[in-house]
């Protein structure tokens, strides 16, 4: 008899924690960037993601870019990432397709010496991989890695997307 109610006992207690251990609903999360590798070359740009599940995002991307010499102006780079090795929410590698909208500069020149400069908005699509760390107070790191094309007008190039970002979610 005492081995019956012990083993009820420790069966009750294994399916209690059983259900305690039951997967909590996900929630969205925010973060907000600064790209760090892009202020040193006189850029400045902020990412802001929201976390919809375990396993991919949404952002946008918005950098402005101070350097006189350089054809583009600013930036606007709205992006999907997918997370496909994930232990935390939307943390470890990614996988991230994005699209562009480019304010550029066109120089054009007139026979025989004059040169005007001419603003245009280009539109392009590109694709990036990296890695996002992620610490118990919620500061975030990425590393990424990645480049786009730029289709149609007179900026028929590419357009870098790397850096390395310093964050918070919340």
């Not at 012990?6 to 609903?25: D, G």
């Not at 025989?112 to 890695?131: H, R």
Request: proline residues 4%; charged residues 25%.
């Amino acid at each position: 008899m005492r081995r019956i109610i012990l083993a009820f006992l420790f069966m009750s207690a294994c399916i209690l924690e059983c259900h305690s251990q039951e997967k909590e609903k996900f929630k969205p999360h925010h973060e907000i960037k600064l790209n760090i590798v892009y202020s040193l070359a006189e850029i400045v740009e902020l990412n802001y993601e929201l976390v919809l599940g375990e396993d991919f995002s949404v952002g946008l991307a918005a950098n402005y870019w101070f350097d006189e010499s350089a054809r583009i102006d600013y930036q606007i780079i709205p992006y999907f990432r997918f997370y496909p090795l994930n232990q935390k929410p939307s943390a470890g590698f990614f996988i991230e397709a994005n699209t562009s909208i480019l304010g550029v500069t066109n120089e054009i020149y007139n026979f025989p010496y004059e040169m005007e400069e001419e603003s245009d908005v280009e539109f392009g699509m590109g694709v990036a991989t990296g890695y996002k760390f992620i610490s118990r107070n919620d500061f975030t790191t990425e590393l990424y890695l990645g480049a786009g094309r730029v289709f149609g007008g007179d900026y028929n190039e590419f357009y870098p997307r790397l850096g390395i970002t310093l964050g918070k979610r919340f």
